[in-house]
């Protein structure tokens, strides 16, 4: 396996009905083991971007690589279960299913991915360590989602995106919602684990703060050639104002 | 909007596939078969009036009657007395013959050959209409049109056509015969014994039939009749047996065990 | 399974709604089966009640007519039938066998029927089941009397208790034939007839408790029970009786003549035909009871349907949630049929819970108002055929939730769009 854990070429997206790209990025690399920022604020294409990534869109044309497998070659149940086996994801905010306890959110991937399940071994230890490397108190781990604060909630998400030992960790402004201790406190932890596990760390934020903890920093407006680029504009390609 | 659409859509096609679904399961409790109980089609009335022949039957259900099978059904006597009008003709050759100019082909079932017979045929033929007529065909002209003996006449001639006995020769002859039922007794609530006649029901304006012209079945395993499907004709199939000899009334009568039971379709 | 464990976790943190939908789909399938199971328990009871009984004759009113007060004891007769009339007819060659039996009497609530041995003898219901003693023996003496299983259990008698009679079919004091107790020397097994409801006594015990009554009053005479006994108790009318044949062929021929009998208006009814015709009647009132319990039920569905309709909204985080984890489309989509699967089955269980539970609070009041005996059995494969019918209407219900979901997981993908 190569070095280059996520490698775009030429990739083209846009929704049906647009006349214009959303985005096109004729290059974009990550190798194993990077931590990599990728600032954009609303509106830039961030959210298609990482629906490219975990493969719940195609991008219709160049090549969306992850772990040398190239998204297009998959059908879509070959992409989810892709997503299922080598990714993890982390929302801004409700992340977790208010039905499951924390425990069992956590384990939850395993029930997507045998690779996870086999990685994880023992499910329940497994779970019960992340939770506890994410300062997640030992009385919350069988009780129900809402008696947590949202900065727990936030990093039992890490827990859960980690769980399984996937290559590469997704998060989509996982702090927005946190002020500034619990942003720390989560930053330095999923950095912590993610660092333990060799995973690959692909980090979408507007916020510049929290770009300067990372070696890798790259500007969505930058790297993407989009006609759309230098107005805003959202998905439908209307204008924002 | 979009999704608006496409909710009433689906919503649509589920409705409707609820309601085929309930109509479809109408149509086959309409079977005979047992089938979803939702809704049997009978509406507790016949379909067609007390006293109706098959033929009348088949009018109603509006079906090819092919009424000249070779013979008619006998114009079963809707008036008092007038009835002897005969349907068309036995040949008045041997009893055996009987057999051999009935309508139809022999039919087979389970390896069983049933000849089928309609019912002038269980009438001997020194009793059928046409004999009676012949017979006091003489004293009928010598009578005065309209004259009280030409009544009394003609009720001596019912009298003796409904006093007709049972025509031995059809003895343990497996046959088929189509008819109504009047039910006798029943079995875990289906019909297991019956009277088969001719007509539906007792009409009150006609005589009764003749002895000649009820048929006691009792069904074989599985071939009850259920309650819903007893104003419909059925054909029977079975041996049938004429017990004992004419007058003694506690034995005679045509008698049929171990019957097979269908519908009766109109024969196209 | 990944997929079934999330289906009950997410249920059962909605189990108060679920509840409820749950809930009316358990009603509506009581209703559904209950109404089948009445109506095939009412038409065996009913078709049980009498057997091997050529012909019942009685005074020309309707064939239902005869029917009901003579067998199921229902309705009242319009006139009787003579003593002769009766004697001459039950001695013609074609029949084998008959019973007088007289109506109009009643112990509390209880009909009375006036009849002799004989009718111990022939009545039979179901499959040839003749009427058997649980205790005791039939009535030899003219007060005597037997009755039937169930007025034994109601009025809890034994042998020897005491029975007034009273006239017409309300007991009051005043109708009441106090003077002339009778007392009880049998009790028939139970049989799941009309007859379980009755009192039985002899024809001139009914001779007896009338000989001082005049145009249905007690007239001035009074005259104990042991001067009655003195005088002539030769019934001098019946109200039916039933006969039968030597061959069943000669039914229609017998038939026709009791009912052109010139000394009296009679009329002589095929039992097995008449229960038929009446059962044809009553099947079109099983009938819309059953198509507006299929309606019922359609409800039921519908409305569950609102339930899941209306939670797609607030289920759009969770399905986030699940295709960040790994779910395609089509486990959003299953998830949906599960659910929906899951409601409908517990509630046919509940709904069949509650019918039997049901059944057994209300078994006994049934039998003694109403004569209407409900056993209480396992489903049978009609219902269990209309269990599996009912699951597959589920999934398709299911499906317009479900497929809306799918089409929107597609699209959302892992943007929750607020």
């Known amino acids: 396996m190569s070095a280059r854990v996520i490698h775009l070429q030429d990739v083209r997206f846009r929704w049906p009905g647009q ?46 690589t992850m772990l040398d497998t190239p998204l297009e070659s998959l059908s879509s149940t070959r992409r989810d279960q892709f997503r299922a086996d080598h990714l993890g994801v982390i929302f801004q905010q409700f992340n977790l299913l208010p039905y499951l306890s924390l425990m069992e959110n956590v384990q939850l991937p395993c029930g997507f991915s045998a690779r996870k399940r086999n990685n994880a071994g023992d499910m329940r230890a497994t779970a019960m360590r992340l939770l506890s490397h994410l300062s997640i108190p030992e009385t919350l781990f069988n009780q129900s989602v809402s008696k947590l604060s949202v900065g727990q909630q936030q990093r039992t998400a890490v827990a859960r995106a980690l769980i399984g030992n996937p290559e590469i960790v997704i998060a989509d402004e996982p702090t927005s919602a946190l002020d500034s201790a619990n942003r720390n406190r989560f930053m330095e932890l999923l950095f912590q684990e993610t660092e333990e596990q060799g995973s690959t760390l692909v980090f979408v934020s507007h916020d510049q703060q929290i770009a300067e903890q990372f070696s890798h920093v790259v500007d969505l407006n930058q790297i993407n050639q989009s006609q759309f680029n230098q107005p805003q504009f959202n998905q439908m390609g209307h204008e924002l104002s | 909007m979009k999704l608006g659409k496409q909710k009433r859509g689906y919503c649509a096609c589920i409705l409707s596939a609820m309601t085929i679904f309930l109509i479809a399961s109408c149509g086959r409790a309409g079977s005979s078969s047992d089938a979803i109980i939702l809704v049997t089609p009978s509406s507790g009335e016949p379909a067609v009036a007390y006293g109706s022949s098959l033929d009348e039957w088949e009018d109603a259900t509006q079906a090819n009657a092919d009424t000249t099978q070779g013979e008619d059904v006998t114009d079963e006597p809707t008036q008092s007395t ?4 005969a349907p068309a003709p036995i040949s008045p050759i041997e009893p055996a013959a009987v057999i051999e100019t009935e309508i139809g082909t022999p039919f087979i079932l389970d390896n069983v050959e049933y000849r089928e017979i309609m019912w002038d045929g269980l009438i001997p033929l020194d009793f059928t209409p046409d004999a009676i007529m012949s017979k006091y065909q003489k004293e009928l002209d010598a009578l005065e049109d309209g004259s009280p003996e030409v009544s009394e006449l003609y009720s001596k001639m019912q009298e003796e056509y409904n006093s007709a006995p049972v025509n031995e020769v059809l003895n343990e002859v497996e046959i088929r015969i189509p008819g109504f039922v009047t039910p006798l007794d029943y079995t875990d609530g289906i019909i297991t014994e019956f009277l088969l006649v001719p007509n539906l029901g007792a009409c009150i304006h006609v005589p009764p039939p003749p002895i000649n012209q009820t048929v006691l079945v009792r069904t074989a395993e599985g071939h009850g009749i259920k309650i819903e499907d007893s104003y419909d004709p059925i054909w029977v199939m079975g041996k049938i047996v004429t017990e004992g000899t004419t007058t003694e009334l506690a034995s005679a009568g045509y008698n049929i065990q171990e019957a097979i039971i269908e519908p009766y379709q109109p024969v196209q | 399974m990944i997929l079934l464990r999330i289906v009950l976790k997410s249920a059962w943190h909605r189990r108060t709604s679920l509840l409820l939908t749950i809930l009316s789909i358990a009603i509506s399938v009581s209703l559904l089966l209950g109404v089948d199971k009445i109506r095939k328990e009412a038409k065996n009871s009913f078709i049980n009640t009498i057997s091997k009984t050529d012909l019942i004759v009685g005074a020309r009113s309707g064939p239902t007519n005869l029917l009901l007060y003579s067998v199921f004891h229902i309705g009242n007769a319009t006139n009787n039938v003579s003593w002769e009339s009766y004697e001459d007819i039950a001695s013609s060659e074609e029949v084998a066998w008959s019973v007088p039996i007289s109506l109009g009497d009643s112990h509390r609530s209880f009909r009375v029927m006036g009849t002799n041995t004989d009718y111990f003898t022939y009545y039979q219901y179901g499959q040839g089941q003749t009427l058997n003693f649980a205790q005791g023996q039939a009535f030899t003496d ?50 799941g007839t009309p007859v379980d409801r009755t009192v039985l006594i002899s024809l001139e015990g009914i001779e007896a408790i009338h000989v001082d009554w005049q145009g249905g009053a007690r007239s001035g005479i009074e005259l104990t029970a042991e001067q009655a006994l003195k005088m002539d108790l030769q019934p001098k009318a019946i109200t039916a009786f039933m006969i039968g044949l030597t061959n069943r062929i000669n039914t229609f021929r017998l038939q026709r003549t009791i009912t052109e009998y010139e000394e009296e208006p009679l009329m002589a009814i095929i039992p097995g035909a008449t229960l ?16 507006i319990s299929g309606f019922v039920l359609i409800a039921g569905l519908l409305g569950m349907l609102t339930m899941l309709l209306s939670t797609l909204n607030e289920r759009r985080r969770e399905m986030a949630v699940l295709r960040a984890v790994g779910a395609h489309p089509y486990h959003i ?39 209407v005996n409900i056993a209480i059995t396992p489903p049978d494969a009609q219902q269990w055929i209309l269990f599996a019918a009912i699951l597959l209407l589920s999934v398709l219900v299911s499906l317009v939730p479900g497929l809306i979901a799918y089409r929107r997981s597609l699209q959302d993908g892992l943007a929750i769009k607020v």
């Open chain 3, 333 to 371: 989509l299953l998830l949906f049929v599960l659910e929906t699967v899951f409601i409908v089955f517990i509630g046919y269980l509940l709904g069949m819970g509650i019918l039997y539970l049901l059944l057994a609070l209300t078994q006994s009041l049934l039998v003694e108002s109403y004569g």
């Open chain 3, 276 to 291: 038929a015709e009446l059962w044809q009647t009553i099947a079109v009132f099983e009938q819309v009871l059953l198509v």
């Open chain 1, 19 to 64: 006349e214009v790209d959303l985005l096109h990025i004729p290059d974009l690399v990550v190798n194993k083991g990077e931590h990599l920022f990728i600032q954009g604020p609303s509106g830039s294409g961030k959210t298609t971007l990482l629906n490219l990534l975990t493969g719940i869109n195609l991008a219709n044309s160049g090549s969306v």
């Open chain 3, 142 to 191: 003219v007060y005597d009397a037997v009755i039937g299983a169930d007025v034994a259990q109601a009025l809890d008698y034994q042998l020897g208790s005491e029975i007034i009679i009273a006239h017409g079919l309300v007991s009051t004091d005043f109708a009441a034939h106090d003077d002339k107790p009778f007392s009880l020397t049998g009790i028939l097994a139970k049989t």
């Open chain 2, 82 to 85: 007038s009835n002897l009008a």
